[in-house]
């Protein structure tokens, strides 16, 4: 990787990092409708993953999209007027939080319902597959998810049919408020790929670079033919499940415990220690940032509402 591989990757991290704190404000400003599932401590899990995938590898998620779209590209304008209900946002303000997408990105959405994606990435896979291209399709979902008959339907049919696909569990420990011990019959999810055949592994989720290199790892033996490969990133969130979440499931100090393992000071550290990167050119990024996200905030409140007619637009495809 070269340096300014480096500064991109922690200039995403801490963007994500901001619009979300930007966007709990805003949400509790009542200027943010519906719900809101933030990021905040998942950071280097979409960021890793993105920084190891090529143009014409597709991407698609569940509702805790936001920072998917911004690791793929998306401005924050983009995002916070989406998250607003304006005009200018990326799905034209009748997405919101859980429906952002931009396939001219690759970048398939941001999905409400959970688990439902699955077979969709699964059928996006088997027309790479179908027309000899050498695309990948990332699918990742929550823990909960794999609790679901769309988890097992689709995984089970990547197996079968050997589609490039690489299935990401980003395992933060809770489906909204119930433990994986209480929910799930195996300790790993990774097991549950176990019982399709498929290769799987663990991975630290709070370290952008572990997320990277075993992302890389994997997709190099999906693109060989091998079939589909499935990882379980060990995360957390550090916010609720959603805005509305009294948190009464766990404790403060579990929460203090992982947020000490914060993934941006991780790998800050990391950039620090090797010698990479200067604490001026980190701290330069830090207020870039902060610029950006008020810029993107001020641009989100002047935009327009959709228009009336605009209900009836793209409702089919053309």
Request: one cysteine or more; a negative charge; aromatic letters at 8%.
């Amino acid at each position: 990787m070269e340096k300014q591989d480096h500064l991109d990757i922690y200039y995403q991290m801490v963007l994500i990092r901001r619009v979300e704190e930007r966007a709990a404000e805003l949400y509790q400003q009542g200027k943010i409708g519906g719900f809101l599932h933030l990021y905040i401590g998942q950071e280097a899990v979409s960021t890793g993953l993105v920084a190891a995938r090529k143009p014409q590898d597709r991407i698609i998620t569940a509702y805790r999209d936001h920072g998917v779209a911004l690791n793929v590209g998306m401005s924050a304008n983009e995002v916070i007027a989406e998250l607003l209900g304006k005009a200018t946002g990326c799905s034209k303000g009748k997405g919101g939080s859980m429906h952002m997408a931009d396939v001219e990105k690759n970048f398939w959405g941001g999905h409400a319902i959970v688990g439902a994606h699955l077979p969709i990435a699964a059928g996006m896979a088997l027309r790479d597959q179908y027309m000899d291209g050498d695309g990948v399709t990332i699918c990742m979902f929550g823990d909960g998810a794999t609790n679901i008959g769309f988890f097992h339907e689709g995984v089970n049919l990547s197996k079968v049919w050997n589609l490039p696909v690489l299935w990401v569990c980003e395992n933060n420990q809770y489906g909204m408020g119930t433990t994986i011990e209480r929910a799930s019959a195996v300790s790993e999810i990774r097991q549950k790929a176990e019982g399709y055949g498929i290769p799987n592994e663990r991975v630290d989720g709070m370290d952008v670079m572990a997320v990277r290199e075993a992302t890389l790892n994997a997709m190099e033996h999906i693109r060989s033919g091998e079939g589909p490969y499935f990882l379980e990133i060990m995360t957390y969130r550090f916010r609720g499940h959603s805005m509305g979440d009294p948190e009464r499931y766990r404790e403060s100090a579990e929460i203090k415990k992982w947020q000490e393992n914060d993934p941006i000071g991780i790998y800050r550290v990391y950039l620090n220690k090797e010698k990479i990167v200067t604490k001026k050119e980190l701290d330069a990024i830090d207020d870039q940032v902060m610029e950006e996200v008020q810029s993107a905030v001020q641009f989100a409140e002047s935009s327009p509402d959709p228009a009336p007619e605009a209900l009836f637009e793209d409702v089919y495809a053309n």
